[in-house]
Every structure is written in structure tokens, then in C-alpha cells.
């Protein structure tokens, strides 16, 4: 098959992290060549990308259903205290919103099911169904809905080993299907493994002609002409539950000759995808709706477009032509304060309006950085789909109080339910993960909006953590941050109390004695496998992200010695405090290993040495006192208090939270 001739010259493709131009909606359709096709790691570059967005309808209210056995097609919401937390689509037929007060959704629908979520009350180890529960007394439990959510993220692990899941709230997941399509495409084409030895530029040279693609079953395809094609309805049809997930429209748009590699790219994913949200289905019984596009933004607008158990794909060619009359301020991050004032500044309200203002125009007006606003106006978002360490680093349970708290004695109930709470929690991630072991427990209360105040002490390690054990660490730590409470002197108006655990990390089963759950703990899965694959960058990103906590410096020659820092990066490194050379597993250590894949090996090397000494020393103290000291005590490096923040400026004034 003779090659396609490329359409504008292979380098125009490449934009990177340039800037975008006028001529922006022209990247919509790419030369793919084999280069890219076969590269490893182009990420956001790569012009086959394929991200799709999962979100689980109505999935409160579908976990509540599928718990008590009801028929899916009764109008069923879940209440807490007395307003609406989550509405299913039956119900939603009636005019109920997620807005209203259960008397008004009642009135609307008689035959309404109403469920309260679960919640914890003092002296119960397990959340309950209780009957009245009350705000006064009780806390709200997410416990089921966060492991039903975990659950459908496994399928989608499992589905897709070679793909990268992203958690990105209790329902919803981003998932990169860039490499299995990739991968895919490959395995169906396999004469694309080769470059022809005829082709003029070599590897450069663009793919032959794509194959015809067959949409039907595949999901509802995003017009390219929505008014031509006649289904800009499908938007408002919220359709039943009963149709099959990977059915849609299969719409056959009038533009056959627009099909592209990246097409076939969104095929393939939207197959893929279809199979994962019907194992969701028959496992679990809950109904999703994906969206599935070149980004993360665009994944996630595209979802939304046909709901519920459905599955909708925007072709780069329907691009323009879907995002134009779209509102902007619908659209997330433009929400707030900044949609409102591009509204004003050109008395504009689509995505459309906004396209007319040139780049230079929208940069002085709201600074520098309104780059990415011009972009996603255009459907650029080069942001990774990042995934999250399967261990959650610190578990929070927090409860807001309708009634404050004014006297120091009313601490220990709410301590207590806090307590309850986290001890379900490490002892469920416990039951996959038996070292589990968090090492500090911390204590907030809040006064009225303003104040907040936090006290941390060390976690002492026991194979049984106990509602007790946490409440009495609670307890010590309610002493001394809110003391006895005389509130003569101390005024008391306490609307938050929260207990976390935080730097929750892995110890090998197994092993005897504290000391010994450090010293031989291999490297996260994570790490193995971004060194096999030849480096992620984004992985020292994250490392370096000073919301993960407190880390050790990684520069090249800091304190740790990373020895032979001249000559390229070490494969080990000095610890100053028991004076031994700690030495990376040799899987690591080989010359083809990247310099950032080594540099973040040995910062998680350098992290689990000093864990190893914390743990000595925590060790020691319990055998010489019995009881846990405030952390400061150990010399582990502590993030320092934010620094003074200047005031906003360029764009970032209309993002900043209040
Ligand atoms: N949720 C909540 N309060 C909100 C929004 C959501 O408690 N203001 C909870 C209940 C929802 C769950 O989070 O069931 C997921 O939120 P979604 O926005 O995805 O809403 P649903 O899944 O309920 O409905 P949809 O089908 O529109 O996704
Ligand atoms: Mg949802």
C-alpha cells in the first residue's frame, strides 16, 4: 500500500510543551507515522494517546441497591441527615435532585426508597443502618461506597495490566489506554511492525491509509457535523438502565474519509473499555459511563454526554464542532471566578466566543499562564494520567459538629466514633496488606473558621490495632492540645475534630522484630517496573511533591552521599547516621537503567534506610517508657511550615480557593 503523502511537514506535528497557535484545531489530525506507532514514550506527545474517564452512575445510590437487593429500576435515594447525597435515574425521572430536603423528594415520589447512610455511633466497632440516626451523635461512614469503589478500580487493573488507572474520585477513574491500543494495533496490523523498505523518509514516513472502522457496538460517536447528523439529542436522552454498556449509536457520521489512525486508536480503547464496564455490570452490578478521547479533559467532557450505561467517543475531527457552543463556564477550573470574569471582560458565553481572542490578548489580560486556558479551549490538555500508590498514605476520619463542642469532656465521644472509624480502615487495608503500620496518629480540632490546631505523636506498631488503642492515643493527644477544658480560662467552640493516621507504609510479613521490617524490603512494584521500562519522569515529579511530606533532599552529593557523584548517579549511598553503604538490588544497578529511574530508586532506598532507624529508635522508646512521644522527637527531615504566600498574581488570582 502505497504510503499517505503528509499532509504538512513531520516536524510541525512535534508541538511538545510549545505554546499554542492560531492554527491549534489543526493538530487535530496528525501525520502518524511509524515512529510514533512504534515508539515506547512519547506520553502526552504521543498522537495515537487514547485516555478514557469512568464514572459509576448514580453510585452511592447504585451500592445501596445492589447491598438490599432492589430492583434497579425503583426510584431510590440515599439521605443523610436530612438532605440528598446521591439520586438514581429512576428517581431522577420524578424531578428529584441531589439538591432538595427528603420531605420535597418524598411529595414528588411517594414510592421513593429512601436509605440513610450508614454511619458510626460511640461503642460500635462497625458502621450501622441504625434507625434515626442523628448528626448530634453519630458520624457518617463512606466505608462501603470507598470499597465498592475499590473493587471496580481492580477490574480495571485487572483488565488492563498494561494500562494506566487513575483514581480520580469515589467513582470515577482515568485510565490511559495509549499503550494496550498501541500495543493492539500492532498485534491486528502486524504488517506496521516494519518499516517498508520503500518508504521515503523512513521511519518518519507517514502510516498507510487506516481500516474502514466499524463503530456499531462501540459506544455513541460524537458527530462531527452534530446538526447534519441529527443526534445533538442524544444529550438530553437519560435513557433506562437496561441497555447493553457497550451498545450506543454507533452513529455513521458522513465523513468516512476523516477516519485516521487515531480513530482505529479510539476503537480499539472503546472495546476494550466496553468489555471492563460489562465486568463491572455482571460482578458487581453497577452500570458506568465512560468517555473516551485523546485527554484527560476531553475524556471527562465526553462522558458526561450520554448517561446513564453508556459509552461516548470524541472523534479528534468532532472536536470543534462539540466544543464551540459549550458554555465555558460549564467547564471545570473555568467555573469559578475566572469564567465569570472572561465572561465579563467580552461579554461572551461559549467556548466558541472565547476562540476569537488571540493569545497574546488573553496573556495580558490574565497573565502568563492563561496559556492553558487557550488551550483547553481548543481541546489540548497535556496532562499525565497519573497512577497512585495502591498504599493510601494517611487515612482521615473528620466529623464537622452541628453542635460545637464547649467543654474539654465532650472530646472523648467523638474521639471514640473517630477511633472506630480508623480502625475499620487499617484493619480492612490490613486484611491485603498485613504490614500496614501507620507511624503517626494526628489530632485537628478547628474553632470556628479560623483556628486550626493539629497534635501528632508517634503510632506505637501492634499486630491488633484496636478501637481502644486509638482512642487512648486520641485521648492523650485531646489532652494535650485541648487540656482539661476549664473553659473559664479557655474559652472552648470546637466545630471539627479529625483523627488521621499518617506516613502509612508496607512492613514485610513475616519478619520478627520491628527492626527487621525495614532492612530487606525489596522496591515498590512501581519502581521495578518504570526502571524495566526505561524511566518515567513523572515518578521523581511526585517524589518531589511536597504534598507527599517530608523527603530527603535528592540532589546529586547532599548529605546522604550518593557517592561517585561525578561520574553519573550512584549506585548506592552513605548513611551518616549508621555510617553502612546501602547498595541498590542489582536488577537496578545495570548501565541500561535511566539516570532518573536510579535517582528515584535510591531516594525510596534512602526513604526505607531512614524508615529502618526511625523504626530502631521507636522501638527503643516503647522498651524504655511504654508510651509514644511526639514525633518531633526523631530526627526524621520535617517539612517546614508553607512559606509565607505572596499574593496571587497573573491568572493564579482567579484560582486561588478561599
Ligand atoms: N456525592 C456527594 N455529594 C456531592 C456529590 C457527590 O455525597 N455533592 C457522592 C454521591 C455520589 C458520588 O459522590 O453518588 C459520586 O458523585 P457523582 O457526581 O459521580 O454523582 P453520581 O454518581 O451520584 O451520579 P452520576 O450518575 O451523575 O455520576
Ligand atoms: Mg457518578
Known amino acids: 500500500m502505497a504510503p499517505e503523502p503528509p499532509s504538512k511537514p513531520v516536524s510541525a506535528v512535534w508541538k511538545g510543551k510549545a505554546k499554542a497557535t492560531e492554527a491549534d484545531f489543526d493538530d487535530l489530525n496528525p501525520v502518524i507515522t511509524y515512529r510514533h506507532l512504534h515508539s515506547r514514550n512519547l506520553g502526552v506527545k504521543d498522537p495515537l494517546r487514547v485516555v478514557a474517564l469512568c464514572d459509576s452512575d448514580a453510585f452511592y445510590a447504585a451500592c445501596e441497591q445492589v447491598r438490599l437487593g432492589i430492583d434497579p429500576l425503583l426510584p431510590l435515594v440515599v439521605q443523610q441527615w436530612d438532605s440528598l447525597i446521591a439520586v438514581n435515574y429512576p428517581a431522577r425521572k420524578f424531578g428529584i435532585t441531589r439538591m432538595e430536603k427528603i420531605k420535597e423528594a418524598r411529595k414528588k415520589c411517594p414510592e421513593l426508597v429512601v436509605v440513610h447512610v450508614a454511619t458510626y455511633r460511640e461503642g460500635e466497632k462497625e458502621p450501622g443502618y441504625w434507625e434515626n440516626p442523628d448528626t448530634l451523635t453519630h458520624k457518617v461512614s463512606l466505608d462501603h461506597y470507598r470499597r465498592e469503589s475499590m ?14 488507572i487513575e483514581k480520580a474520585s469515589i467513582d470515577e477513574a482515568f485510565i490511559d489506554f495509549t499503550r494496550p491500543v498501541r500495543d493492539e494495533i500492532l498485534h491486528r496490523y502486524p504488517h506496521l511492525a516494519q518499516v517498508p523498505p520503500d518508504a521515503p523518509n523512513g521511519a518518519d514516513s507517514p502510516l498507510p491509509p487506516p481500516p474502514l472502522i466499524l463503530w456499531d457496538g462501540l459506544g455513541t460517536v460524537i458527530p462531527v457535523n452534530p446538526l447534519s447528523s441529527g443526534s445533538s439529542t442524544d444529550k438530553l436522552d437519560l435513557g433506562t438502565q437496561d441497555s447493553d454498556p457497550a451498545s450506543g449509536d454507533g452513529v455513521i457520521d458522513d465523513d468516512d474519509e476523516l477516519t485516521t489512525w487515531h480513530d482505529v486508536a479510539l476503537s480499539i480503547a472503546a472495546e476494550l473499555m466496553g468489555k471492563m464496564r460489562e465486568d463491572i455490570r455482571t460482578k458487581l452490578g453497577y452500570t458506568t459511563s465512560a468517555g473516551i478521547a485523546r485527554n484527560k479533559f476531553l475524556a471527562k467532557l465526553t462522558a458526561s454526554y450520554k448517561k446513564p450505561n453508556n459509552q461516548s467517543i470524541l472523534r479528534n475531527a468532532a472536536i470543534p464542532n462539540y466544543l464551540r457552543p459549550m458554555p465555558f463556564q460549564k467547564i471545570r477550573f473555568l467555573g469559578g471566578k475566572l469564567g465569570k470574569a472572561l465572561a465579563q471582560e467580552y461579554d461572551v458565553s461559549t467556548v466558541g466566543d472565547l476562540l476569537a481572542i488571540s493569545l497574546d490578548e488573553m496573556q495580558r489580560k490574565f497573565g502568563e499562564n492563561s496559556v492553558w486556558v487557550w488551550e483547553i479551549l481548543r481541546g489540548i490538555d497535556r496532562s499525565e494520567v497519573k497512577e497512585k500508590s495502591a498504599v493510601n498514605k494517611s487515612m482521615c476520619a473528620s466529623k464537622n459538629l452541628p453542635q460545637p463542642i464547649t467543654k474539654a469532656s465532650q472530646g472523648h465521644h467523638w474521639i471514640r466514633v473517630l477511633a472506630a472509624e480508623l480502625a475499620l480502615r487499617l484493619n480492612e487495608a490490613r486484611e491485603s496488606n498485613s504490614g500496614l503500620w501507620p507511624k503517626t496518629i494526628v489530632l485537628h480540632v478547628r474553632q470556628g473558621y479560623e483556628t486550626a490546631r493539629s497534635k501528632q505523636a508517634a503510632f ?12 487512648s492515643a486520641g485521648d492523650k493527644l485531646w489532652k494535650e492540645l485541648v487540656g482539661t477544658g476549664d473553659a473559664r480560662t479557655r474559652p472552648m467552640n470546637i466545630n471539627n475534630v479529625a483523627l488521621s493516621f499518617a506516613g502509612v507504609g508496607t512492613m514485610e510479613a513475616g519478619q520478627q522484630g520491628i527492626e527487621g521490617f525495614f532492612t530487606t524490603r525489596t522496591l515498590p512494584d512501581e519502581l521495578q517496573r518504570s526502571a524495566r521500562e526505561g524511566g518515567v519522569k513523572r515518578k521523581i515529579d511526585s517524589l518531589n511533591d511536597p504534598a507527599e511530606g517530608p523527603r530527603a533532599n535528592i540532589g546529586i552529593g547532599d548529605d546522604g552521599g550518593y557517592s561517585n557523584a561525578l561520574a ?10 549508621c555510617g553502612k553503604r546501602v547498595n541498590l538490588p542489582d536488577s537496578l544497578s545495570d548501565a541500561g537503567i535511566g539516570d532518573e529511574v536510579r535517582i528515584e530508586a535510591l531516594e525510596a532506598l534512602r526513604v526505607e ?21 511526639a514525633i518531633r522527637a526523631f530526627d526524621r527531615p520535617v517539612q517546614k511550615k508553607a512559606k509565607k504566600q505572596r499574593a496571587p498574581e497573573g491568572i493564579a488570582k482567579f484560582l486561588v480557593r478561599k
Open 151 to 164: 473493587k471496580i478500580i481492580k477490574i480495571f487493573q485487572e483488565g488492563l495490566p498494561t494500562g494506566e
Open 460 to 471: 506505637p506498631f501492634t499486630r491488633q490495632v484496636t478501637v481502644d488503642l486509638i482512642a
Open 568 to 577: 553519573g548517579i550512584s549506585t548506592s549511598f552513605l548513611c551518616e547516621r
Open 609 to 629: 534506610h531512614d524508615d529502618f532507624h526511625l523504626a530502631q529508635q521507636l522501638a527503643k522508646q516503647l522498651a524504655s517508657n511504654g508510651s509514644p512521644q
